[in-house]
């Protein structure tokens, strides 16, 4: 058998082959299936949202489990002297919740606009986040802390927490002070 003709016997054996496969079909398995269901499943609400933010640092270890959770997104690149838009979610946990309200504080160089007040919600909706808008204006360059306290009644309970939300303005931190090279060590004396 010549050249050209073993080389026609491989394209034609090959093409069986694959033709072989197609239409054959191994059953997944069980932890595969699952993992596919549970991907297409419809996302709530809050699990939407809390795809496109960040969570806010609280300030202390809660004693206990949340009746909240606060997250939060930059809605552009923090410039100077600009009004930034911070999205804020508060995420309700697993207990109905009767009442939240909150507040936010910016320190020394980040300018508040509006009010500081989160609106009160009264019986938000189970597994709803319940979605604020305020708006800061870096005056400077660094590394500014806008604070936020929300509070929560539920369970016939009243538990407040705080969160820090960093914003990187400008240029961000300014350099430190210059770093001074080690002094060579003196020779030992003889």
């Not at 699990?47 to 206990?64: H, I, M, N, Q």
């Not at 959770?69 to 995420?91: D, H, M, T, W, Y």
Request: proline share 11%; charged share 15%; hydrophobic share 40%.
């Amino acid at each position: 058998m010549g050249r050209q003709a073993r080389a026609w016997v491989g394209v034609v054996m090959g093409t069986g082959l694959l033709l072989g496969g197609c239409g054959r079909h191994e059953p997944e398995p069980a932890s595969v299936a699952a993992a596919t269901a549970a991907a297409r499943k419809p996302l709530t609400p809050a699990e939407t949202l809390s795809r496109s933010l960040v969570a806010a640092v609280p300030a202390a270890r809660p004693a206990g489990p949340l009746a909240a959770q606060l997250k939060f997104g930059l809605q552009s690149r923090p410039e100077l002297n600009q009004p930034l838009e911070v999205k804020l979610a508060i995420l309700p946990g697993n207990l109905p919740i009767e009442r939240v309200y909150g507040k936010v504080q910016a320190e020394e160089g980040l300018e508040l606009q509006g009010s500081a007040e989160l609106p009160e919600t009264v019986k938000p909706a189970e597994g709803q986040p319940i979605v604020h808008s305020v708006y800061v204006v870096p005056r400077r360059d660094g590394l500014f802390i806008l604070t936020a306290t929300v509070t929560v009644e539920a369970a016939g309970q009243t538990n407040s927490q705080t969160y820090s939300i960093p914003i990187i303005a400008g240029e961000g931190m300014p350099e430190g002070p210059a770093r001074v090279p080690a002094a060579a060590s003196p020779a030992p004396a003889r």
